[in-house]
């Protein structure tokens, strides 16, 4: 197998949405091929792959998650490694994620684990979602395969490598894509009382949306609606007769987020009437929070502090959503935030995370899984 920088390199040059991930898989195979051993299976869901190493005595089944997929960001690194995919970049780190994940597999093909170890790498986490559907296809497809624990990480830029940050409880929100789309008539600018203008209606509706955070939610459960996009119009002179909003709502607490859409729901029936327009509700992905099993995050913990070159660290909750979180709602386990040392954040065009976490998170989670009991 080729180094594991070489292997992120590779992978960071050809980053797909998700679902579309063909390139990656067909890496991750060739890669995985020379690894296989009697003891060694893999099987395909869609554009992810499961891999099972058979443990040595085994009496439970320990299961690590990776993501695969990449986003639809222009790279502006200036890398030798850049994407060769125009407008697609990894600027989530999932080509890390990846790799850590493939080092796993050939370290416990080389040295066969006592527990037996089930490695997902799961397709479309920035979206549509692979998580819940992948998960349910094992379940029904192959029970076998189901871990009894899971475990995961994601790079975090903010922290010096060897940083391992989790806590028990909510790690990351509930979470979900809000698109909201308003039809009305239009017309020309001079004749406004001929049309049903949907610029006004959209205007209107975003500043009704902020009130539900501040008036209809426990200020103790941390909530945020985010309208980032708003289209309307064409030209100057002529009134809309359409405008959509995009946005995000993430929530501390399940309830808060069905409160959050009984209201939106409720705003929007009222811009209906007010406005006398069509508006209609697309939730698009939803993704459960990611809620770590207090065993298992101080399991975590504890291991890193007994690690050289580690830091341990109990972080606070973070309104960031991965679905991972669909994982953890069926199986115990959790996942934590690993030190990437990079000065641009997720999601930025310029994200270039220090490659030396690949062989530290290597080394760190291959022995604690070693371990785990």
């Known amino acids: 197998m080729k180094s594991l920088v070489e292997i992120r390199r590779d992978l960071h040059k050809i980053p797909e949405i998700g679902f579309q991930e063909f390139k990656t898989q067909r890496y991750l195979l060739e890669t995985l091929q020379p690894l296989m051993t009697p003891f060694m299976k893999i099987i395909q869901w869609k554009t992810g792959l499961i891999v099972r190493i058979e443990g040595v005595n085994p009496t439970f089944k320990l299961g690590w998650r990776t993501d695969i997929d990449g986003l639809p960001v222009d790279e502006q690194t200036g890398l030798e490694f850049a994407s060769e995919h125009t ?10 994620h990846m790799t850590i994940a493939l080092g796993l597999v050939e370290r416990f093909t080389k040295v066969q684990p006592q527990q037996t170890m089930i490695i997902f790498f799961q397709p479309a986490e920035e979206g549509p979602g692979g998580a819940e559907p992948m998960l349910a296809w094992v379940k029904e497809a192959h029970p076998e395969w189901v871990p009894d624990y899971m475990f995961a990480c994601h790079i975090a830029p903010e922290y010096p490598v060897g940083t391992v940050a989790t806590r028990a409880g909510m790690l990351f929100a509930n979470t979900s894509e809000l698109f909201i789309d308003l039809k009305g008539v239009g017309g020309h600018a001079a004749f406004p009382h001929q049309t049903k203008d949907m610029t006004i209606a ?47 709502i993430r929530t501390v607490t399940a309830d808060a987020m069905a409160r959050i859409k009984e209201r939106i729901e409720a705003l929007c029936r009222a811009t209906e009437i007010g406005f006398e327009c069509e508006v209609t509700i697309d939730y698009g992905a939803m993704y459960y929070q990611v809620f770590n099993q207090e065993a298992s995050a101080n399991a975590l913990l504890s291991y890193a502090k007994e ?32 030190g990437a040392n990079t000065e641009y954040g997720l999601h930025h065009s310029k994200i270039n995370p220090d490659e030396s976490l690949i062989e530290k998170n290597v ?5 604690f899984l070693r371990q785990f009991a």
Request: with cysteine.
């Open 202 to 248: 959209a205007a209107n509706l975003i500043m009704q949306l902020q009130t539900i955070v501040s008036r209809n939610i426990n200020p103790l459960e941390g909530s945020v609606i985010t309208v980032g996009k708003l289209t309307s119009g064409t030209v100057q002179n002529v009134i809309s007769d359409y405008a959509r909003l995009e946005g995000t």
């Open 307 to 338: 690690q050289e070159g580690m830091i341990s660290y109990e972080c606070p909750p973070a309104m960031t959503g991965e679905d991972f979180g669909f994982f953890l709602k069926e199986i115990p386990g959790a996942m934590f935030w690993a």
């Open 363 to 367: 080394a760190f989670v291959e022995g």
């Open 87 to 96: 407008g697609f970049m990894h600027a989530c780190g999932h080509d890390i």
